[in-house]
């Protein structure tokens, strides 16, 4: 089957929404939360471990995975090395592009796996601690502050980039009334998963089961054993295999679904859920002592918002656990459950190509290959060294794939829309925006006729802005076979939206009162040439890829806004037509469909 070029069907798509002939809106496929991988048929390994527990999904077993060829370093040019931070990073600027095209891949990576994590939550306790002093109150709007500042000012890009995706992965959000009253919280889930980005994907998973903020957003903290007519809640134990680690179907190592009789199969049955959620019972806030009174949250332990939550003995199952062909007797501790099932998660060969897709989508492409996910999934099975899960190795294997360098236009499928979050970061990293105050007050984005559609941590439910595997209706893409998660969030609306807020930050900044205010000292030098001008912001923000139309028309707009002769009493007019100049050339290019998918 050939595939037209991503880029096309998405420029087609977006083109539709800015002529109101039609939506991202609309659902998704007939199985909602599933991916839509290509199907190669192949005859997988069934024998089983352990005999299989009745009415559970036993995975198939899989032979110890072959240490994968090591990822080489890269050189790149500036254009090359603009296109690989706008996905390694929350955007290029020029210094990033300049020291990267002076170097290579490993020096880059290895100086980015040890630069030092800063904590959002010792932002929020500093705030907190003014708060305690007499200063404002302090709101959920604080983890906003603190996104911002790392995320555009962070000398840790690579984590930033990379726990951003994770958010999207393992989903907790604002919206719950229960989380969103919990900003130091929620501020170290996010901590969290920095941390974790360049760990291994066991502790990653393991972190996100017993953090409180995922115990409140997901109901497994205060989550009791089963008793008369009560039932153990199962909603983690649902989504901690249909989201988090395996999935809904059996998949090959490339991520092609296992088919039988010509259908695919269920990783889990209901079995699985039932048997799982009596193993995630017991947890609930952390604190010195596992009284009943502190497990429904009384006497609060001042740490609880963001240590891990504990079990508690009494509330745990001592049942019988049957799930994903493991079966648990009623005589081992909860922590001894957790970690048996953490075990069989991370064990299961569903695990490497499901997470491998989902990172390459948020990081490189919509729309990766079998081959491509075989790779990342090698490496999840074996760094080369023997290692399994190792995130660094992940990350590395999906930045710098043969699929991911390719020049844009050669792989086919290779292409996503940009999310509006990145890229309002990417405006703001490229032309280096900063606090007037030092308090990066951006708030209230999820509008889509006066924002963006987006806001951090954020999202509508657990299936995060937009689902991996969402098609938008009656498009080019549907046509093609593809998918557009990002699309989801994209309408009429939210595309007039996006137009008039960045027409609006582009000329006076973003935040409250404009405070966080871009620096176009550069760009202001080059205003009397329009064409140094637009390779100046083709490089900053299309990674040099401008296609001559557009760049024909951008300089031809630039142009006819006339430069005056500088004369001793019109300093004003010449500075006003300077950036003018300037910010046109910036909002045309930030409004073309060429910058809008990222090749």
Not at 9 to 38: F, I, K, N, Y
Not at 378 to 393: E, L, P
Not at 394 to 412: I, N, S, Y
Request: overall charge neutral; some cysteine; aromatic content about 8%.
């Amino acid at each position: 089957m050939s595939y037209p070029n991503v880029r096309r069907v998405l420029a087609s798509t977006l083109l539709s929404l800015l002529a109101a002939c039609g939506g991202g809106g609309g659902g998704d496929s007939a199985q909602p939360s599933a991916q839509r991988p290509e199907v190669v048929v192949t005859l997988p390994v069934t024998t089983p471990a352990t005999p299989a527990a009745p009415g559970t999904v036993t995975p198939p077993v899989v032979a110890p995975s072959p240490a994968p060829a090591p990822v080489a370093a890269r050189t790149f040019t500036r254009a090359e090395a603009a296109r690989f931070l706008g996905r390694a990073t929350m955007g290029p600027n020029m210094a990033a592009i300049d020291a990267l095209a002076a170097s290579d891949s490993d020096a880059w990576f290895t100086a980015q796996f040890v630069k030092p994590q800063t904590l959002h939550r010792s932002y929020i306790d500093q705030m907190l601690a003014t708060q305690a002093a007499g200063g404002a109150k302090v709101n959920y709007t604080a983890f906003y502050e603190s996104f911002w500042l790392q995320a555009i000012q962070g000398e840790d890009q690579l984590r930033q980039r990379v726990a951003f995706a994770l958010s999207e992965i393992f989903v907790i959000s604002l919206q719950n009334e229960s989380v969103k009253a919990q900003v130091r919280g929620t501020a170290s889930y996010v901590d969290m998963l920095g941390q974790h980005a360049f760990g291994n994907f066991r502790n990653l998973l393991e972190g996100v089961a017993l953090h409180p903020m995922m115990g409140l957003y997901l109901s497994h903290l205060r989550n009791q054993k089963e008793s008369g007519t009560r039932t153990p809640d199962e909603n983690f134990a649902r989504e901690v295999m249909q989201l988090f680690s395996i999935g809904l179907y059996q998949l090959n190592a490339d991520g092609s679904l296992n088919l039988s009789s010509g259908k695919p199969v269920d990783t889990y049955a209901r079995e699985d859920v039932a048997g799982l959620a009596k193993v995630f019972t017991g947890l609930s806030w952390a604190g010195p002592d596992q009284s009943t009174n502190r497990f429904n949250g009384g006497t609060a332990d001042p740490d609880r918002d963001w240590k891990p939550m504990q079990m508690y003995p009494a509330l745990h199952s001592s049942s019988e656990k049957r799930f994903l062909g493991q079966t648990i007797s009623g005589a081992t501790s909860g922590e001894a459950d957790i970690k048996v099932a953490l075990d069989t998660l991370f064990n299961h060969p569903n695990a490497a190509p499901f997470f491998s897709r989902q990172l390459i989508q948020r990081l490189v492409t919509s729309n990766p290959s079998a081959a491509y996910i075989g790779r990342v999934s090698a490496v999840f099975a074996n760094n080369g060294k023997g290692v399994r899960g190792d995130m660094q190795a992940m990350v590395r294997a999906v930045l710098l794939d043969p699929e991911a360098l390719a020049p844009a236009g050669t792989t086919l499928r290779t292409g996503k829309l940009r999310e509006p979050l990145l890229r309002l970061a990417g405006w703001m990293r490229a032309f280096d925006a900063k606090a007037t105050t030092g308090r990066y007050r951006i708030y209230y984005l999820d509008d889509p006729l006066t924002g963006l559609a987006q806001s951090p941590l954020n999202a509508a439910s657990v299936f995060n802005f937009f689902r991996p595997s969402y098609v938008p209706p009656n498009s080019a893409i549907a046509s093609a076979g593809l998918v557009a998660p990002e699309l989801q969030v994209s309408s009429e609306p939210s595309v007039t939206g996006y137009l008039n807020f960045m027409q609006e930050a582009i000329n006076t900044g973003v935040g409250e009162s404009r405070e966080v205010k871009p620096d176009y000292t550069k760009e202001l030098a080059l205003a009397g040439d329009a064409n140094a001008v637009v390779d100046r912001v083709d490089l900053l923000l299309l990674q040099g890829a401008m296609p001559s139309r557009l760049r024909g028309q951008i300089v031809g707009a630039v142009n006819t806004i006339t430069l005056p002769a500088a004369t001793a009493g019109n300093a004003t007019q010449v500075a006003n037509a300077q950036a003018n100049r300037v910010k046109l050339a910036i909002f045309l290019a930030m409004a073309s469909t060429d910058y809008l998918v990222q090749k």
